[in-house]
């Protein structure tokens, strides 16, 4: 069979999917003679609707999926290292476990989305909307999250060494315990957001704007932190604020100072 005659075949197989009231696309891959641990892997389906469906892991390694519909789709455990997700609808999509290594996801829609345990290292992730994402414990090391939208997001213990979050904003996400070690972290938005326990040892923080965050025992340790703005923060004693403006920090308290101490490793 060839690449367009297979093409044509799987793009029949959705046109069916969609016109019955399964979202099983497993049924009718069976049903179709299709292989799903193999048969979709690099295949073209941009545009595609599979919202809802079940699609837990199934392998999409570099497969085409720009634009797809796959707003609230079961991908838990499924492979898409490599695939191409731009401006795709993965809104309230379980994607938990899943590989997205290498995956084109910018631009993408994953709002609410849960990607617990996913990994996404090496991903392209800019301009992508994470709003209220559930990422913990995720791998994000040397992922591209420039310019994303990762408000609220839950970031608990996710690891995000050498990523690039330029300009990204975190406000009110979780970053607890989270690993951001040599992370391009300039000229994002971290206001309000719980980063206890968090790793920003060597990370690049200028001009990023921290006021309010809970910094209680995070490590800036080697942070470059030029024009960064802090204030109102948890876990920074009068010590570390000395060593903070030494290091071209600007504070602004409004609420006074915190009682808690911000490790000084």
């Known amino acids: 069979m060839s690449d367009e005659e297979f093409r044509l075949e799987v793009q029949d197989l ?3 999917f969609m ?3 399964t979202k099983d696309l497993f049924e009718l891959s069976k049903i179709a003679g299709l292989n799903t641990a193999e048969d979709f892997a690099g295949a073209d389906l941009s545009g595609v609707n ?3 469906a079940n699609l837990s892991t199934i392998n999409l390694k570099g497969t085409n999926l720009f634009g797809a519909n796959l707003k609230g789709a079961n991908l838990f455990g499924a492979n898409l290292s490599g695939a191409n997700l731009f401006s795709s609808n993965l809104n309230d999509a379980n994607l938990s476990d899943a590989n997205l290594s290498e995956a084109n996801l910018s631009g993408a829609n994953l709002s609410r989305a849960l990607l617990s345990q996913a990994n996404l290292n090496k991903a392209l992730l800019s301009g992508a909307n994470l709003t209220n994402a559930i990422l913990s414990n995720a ?3 040397n992922a591209i999250l420039s310019n994303a939208i990762l408000s609220e997001a839950n970031l608990f213990g996710a690891t995000m060494d050498e990523a690039n979050l330029f300009g990204a904003i975190l406000s009110r996400a979780i970053l607890s315990y989270a690993q951001l070690s040599k992370s391009n ?3 994002t938005n971290i206001a309000y957001a719980h980063a206890n326990y968090a790793n920003f040892s060597n990370a690049n923080l200028k001009y990023a704007q921290l006021s309010s965050a809970n910094l209680s025992e995070a490590n800036l340790n080697g942070a470059l ?3 960064a703005r802090f204030g109102d923060n948890a876990g ?3 010590e570390v604020k000395l060593d903070l403006k030494q290091r071209g920090a600007i504070l602004q308290d409004v609420m006074g100072d915190s009682s808690m ?3 000084h490793r």
């Open 14 to 16: 959705i046109q069916r």
């Open 19 to 21: 016109g019955t009231e």
């Open 50 to 52: 599979l919202s809802g």
């Open 139 to 141: 791998m994000l090391s």
């Open 185 to 187: 972290l300039s000229y």
């Open 225 to 227: 932190l030029e024009k």
């Open 236 to 238: 920074i004693s009068e």
């Open 261 to 263: 101490i911000l490790t």
